[in-house]
């Protein structure tokens, strides 16, 4: 995209930020919104997401491991919650869950853990007397409503006050004209596992303040990950007792409470979730401090989220905040605080399906910073870093020969620990100086610039050392030197899964994807490159090395500066010289050593970026406008499927052989306007808003969707759609 012409000077971010995220400046150029706290600017959003549900079994997902159950997280928590279906009586007086991740996948404790109940003369009352209650998702908090009869009322509000804790707050409100005195108890159930070992992980014990749950050393790597050191609390402000009956407590208030006629009554206590002792250590005084002062730390969560939304819905026309703030609050679920292997604050793919839950991926990342700063730039430096944190040394004991390289993905568990997930089998497309650059542009923090300039210049020297089998200048997709890379099959895949479109039918074996070893001056095999030069690559890659002019620029290397922007002009000259059909008027990837393009292959949704990375002449862009505004090629009914409706491989529910992924259309969109198709970008972005299912309602955003019917896709609520959702709402700006 074009730089913003903008004055960034330096001003401290709000005092809200988060424990464990480093406040940097912000761009003055961004006003700050008041700190209103009017419930009508939140009610605007409220039930953006249907969050209702309660689990019967503990392993959440349906067939495809996704979890029905929209849930609500907050501040990097590792535990989430939703409200009760309605008419559930069950699960009256708490809510559903939590939901917590057994250090990478997501589990159920229990469909209610926390259900309040009041009783009077030593009978309990109805919770529903007065009629259903009322259920309602605002943004960052979750709330319920019960009239009681006979003039009581209760509400309930829970918001994540710190990291790894959540606050309740239940207030019992007298309107009647007579004073009621009530106790107040708390009971729940663990919902065990059903299968061995997990089935006899977690165990209950009474405490002091309220009841934990400890949990058992179980090391299955694909299913549960625990080390014995982990622990879910309920903490209360007031005195309590509480009972453990085998996977069932009971915890009752010392004391009674007497309510005048128009007096409330508030009981507050924390949920905590931590992995650790430290953490537990860390974590108590954040209860402390939060059920000293309940208000306070409720208030500070108002605030912190009316900046969010202000910030998110800044420029958006009126009609589609709702979707930029379903995006907000995507984003935000999926944050996921340090923990494990992952050491700086990240954002996973989706807390909804299982194999996304507690792991950072490098592509996603680099997409999902972008959105994120909009809202939260010190959370998107932190993303960043997570991925950095991990880039390959030259002194790696195990790959050495990758020094630059970003792993493709990071999870709570690295190999040695017994994790599966953890990938360096291939690194991801790479975005990271475009990324580092947005977030830049809304930071204003030059300290950050500075530090990551020389990683990113590591990782652009990898590229060329390790996947530009030819060294004609044109990079390729390619896999690392791996165990589990042992075979060419091996080898292709990871390829694929380095381009980040995994199954799309370039990389099919069937139509002559194959790999090449490479080999350094040593003449050893330093990885492996496919046998064709990726257009989509190589237009990032041109991409990254405009930005990192434009960062050695500001941090005043004029040498260096120069240097990368005549890199990126001969990366863009080759692009836009050796990867375009004039007849087809397409961009295609290129067969190794020879100068055809993979035409036969169909167009895919990658002949696009060029119009994104500005490699394109005008006319080559004139040309790939027709295309993708033609409903018999990438103009279908949801825009810019990943192939081309006149492909004979087009599959519009097949993953990367059809269906919408909102990065793509991003970029996509983001080619039009850079070329100066404004009008044509607004209509089709338009379209895909209106067609892509529950994308304007209460349903989640999708990984990805059908091109012809907008039927949701894949995993729900999915970040990077989320994240790209934003820029595109705004036109880019």
């Keep these: 995209m074009k730089s913003r012409s903008r004055t960034l000077a330096v001003a401290l971010l709000s005092g809200t930020l988060l424990a464990g995220v480093t406040a940097v400046p912000a761009s003055s150029a961004l006003p700050r919104p008041a700190d209103r706290t009017d419930a009508a600017h939140i ?47 069950a699960a009256y ?22 259900r309040i109940r009041l009783t009077e003369s030593g009978k309990v009352l109805d919770l529903a007397a007065g009629g259903a209650p009322h259920f309602t998702s605002l943004p960052g908090r979750l ?29 019992v409100r007298n309107t009647g004209r007579e004073s009621r005195t009530l106790g107040a108890g708390w009971t729940g159930s663990l919902l065990r596992p059903a299968e061995a070992p997990m089935k006899d992980a977690p165990s209950l014990r009474a405490t002091g303040r309220g009841v934990g749950v400890d949990f058992a050393k179980v090391r299955e790597t694909w299913d549960y990950l625990t080390d014995g050191t982990e622990r879910f609390e309920i903490t209360h402000r007031e005195p309590v007792r509480t009972t453990v009956d085998g996977d069932t407590y009971r915890t009752e208030a010392a004391a009674p409470v007497t309510l005048k006629p128009g007096g409330s009554h508030s009981f507050d206590w924390t949920e905590s979730y931590t992995f650790t002792a430290q953490e537990r250590s860390r974590e108590a005084s954040e209860v402390r401090s939060a059920l000293a002062r309940p208000a306070a730390a409720a208030g500070a969560g108002n605030a912190r989220w009316h900046r969010y939304v202000d910030s998110v819905t ?36 989706s807390l909804s399906y299982k194999w996304f839950t507690g792991g950072v991926w490098s592509w996603d990342t680099w997409k999902q910073a972008v959105g994120t700063a909009r809202f939260e730039p010190a959370l998107a430096q932190e993303q960043i870093r997570a991925m950095f944190d991990h880039q390959i040394r030259a002194d790696s004991a195990v790959r050495p020969q990758d020094a ?51 990683k990113l210049t590591a990782y652009q020297a990898w590229w060329y050392r390790n996947r530009d089998h030819d060294r004609n200048g044109l990079a390729e997709y390619g896999a690392t030197v791996d165990p589990l890379n042992a075979t060419p099959e091996d080898q ?37 490159s496919v046998n064709q030069e990726s257009v989509d690559l190589n237009a990032y890659l041109a991409a990254d090395q405009g930005y990192l002019a434009r960062i050695a620029g500001v941090l005043g290397k004029r040498g260096e500066a120069k240097r990368w922007g005549d890199r990126s002009r001969a990366t863009h000259t080759a692009v836009r010289e050796q990867m375009y059909d004039p007849a087809s008027g397409w961009f295609y990837d290129k067969a190794l050593g020879g100068p055809g393009l993979l035409t036969a292959r169909g167009r895919g949704i990658e002949g696009a970026l060029p119009l994104w990375s500005g490699s394109a ?48 259309a991003y970029f996509a969109q983001g080619g039009l306007r850079r070329y100066g198709y404004g009008r044509d970008a607004d209509a089709l972005t338009g379209r895909l808003l209106t067609n892509a299912g529950g994308l304007s ?34 036109r880019g700006e």
């Design 617 to 664: 002449s005008k006319a080559q862009a004139r040309a790939v406008r027709g295309k993708l505004t033609d409903p018999a090629e990438f103009g279908t009914r949801v825009p810019f499927p990943t192939v081309a409706k006149s492909s004979p491989y087009f599959a519009p529910t097949r993953y990367w052989r059809g269906p919408v992924w909102l990065d793509q």
């Design 143 to 171: 709330l319920q409503s019960y009239d009681l009869g006979r003039g009581l009322r209760l509400t309930l509000e829970l918001r994540f006050s710190s990291r790894r804790t959540a606050l309740v707050r239940a207030e």
């Design 492 to 528: 292709r895949l990871a390829a694929a899964w380095e381009s980040g479109m995994d199954n799309a039918p370039r990389f099919d074996k069937e139509l002559g994807t194959g790999v090449l070893p490479n080999t350094g001056p040593d003449g050893k095999v330093v990885g492996y």
């Design 314 to 349: 800044r420029g958006v026309p009126a009609g589609q905040r709702r979707t930029a703030v379903k995006s907000l609050e995507t984003l935000v679920t999926n944050w996921r605080g340090a923990a494990g292997r992952i050491e700086h604050d990240g954002i996973t793919p």
């Design 404 to 454: 630059g390289m970003i792993p493709d993905a990071v999870f709570y568990n690295d190999t040695s620990q017994g994790g599966g997930n953890w990938n360096e089998r291939n690194s991801k497309p790479p975005l990271a100086a475009w990324s580092v650059w947005e977030v830049f542009t809304r930071s204003g923090d030059i300290r950050f610039l500075r530090e990551m300039y020389p």
């Design 697 to 730: 309602g209460n349903g989640p955003v999708m990984e990805n969707y059908d091109p012809t019917t907008g039927a949701p896709l894949n995993s729900p609520n999915f970040s990077w759609s989320a994240a790209l959702l934003l820029p595109m709402l705004t």
């Design 43 to 89: 009610n605007n959003y409220a039930d953006m997401l249907d969050r209702h549900g309660s689990p019967t079994v503990a392993l959440p997902g349906d067939a495809d491991d996704n979890n029905p159950v929209n849930v609500f997280a907050d501040r990097g928590a590792w535990h989430a919650y939703a409200l009760p279906k309605a008419g559930d009586r």
């Design 93 to 114: 007086g708490g809510f559903t869950g939590p939901l917590y991740i057994a250090q990478e996948y997501p589990w159920w404790l229990s469909k209610a853990f926390s």
